[in-house]
Nanobody, 127 residues
Framework: QFVESGGGLVQPGGSLRLSCTTS?????????IGWFRQAPGKGREKVAL????????NYAASVKGRFTISRDDVENTVILKMNSLKPEDTAVYYC?????????????????????WGKGTLVTVSA
């Protein structure tokens, strides 16, 4: 239902833009959307989260100031813009969603509410 794109190989210090959209008739604008990542041999980490309204966001400390999450409901897309990439950002990046009924909600769901997941896109940061 949710599909990620935009991963690839980038040099340290470079940038990538990940996109999350839907593969069926559903729309991202009914959901709060988060980006998570899982590096080889490590647990899953929440990277960024955006509310259904788009006004509320939060970021992991490890990416704050470098990554930006945004949403374009007209284009049915949530974007994760990643700048100043480091080798430790190498991971499979997943978009996840929690249904939020109120259309203008600033609610940022807890991780266990993110029940819809994409299959992931690989980001490799290496020289």
């Amino acid at each position: 239902q949710f599909v990620e794109s935009g991963g690839g190989l980038v040099q340290p210090g470079g940038s990538l833009r990940l996109s999350c959209t839907t593969s069926d008739s559903s729309r991202v604008d009914y959901y709060s959307i988060g980006w998570f990542r899982q590096a080889p041999g490590k647990g899953r980490e929440k990277v960024a989260l955006i509310s259904r309204s788009g006004r509320a966001v939060n970021y992991a400390a490890s990416v704050k100031g470098r990554f930006t999450i945004s949403r374009d409901d007209v284009e049915n897309t949530v974007i994760l813009k990643m700048n100043s990439l480091k080798p430790e950002d190498t991971a499979v990046y997943y978009c996840a969603a929690a249904r939020v009924d109120a259309p203008d909600s600033d609610y940022l769901p807890e991780d266990d509410r993110m029940i819809y997941w994409g299959k992931g896109t690989l980001v490799t940061v290496s020289a």
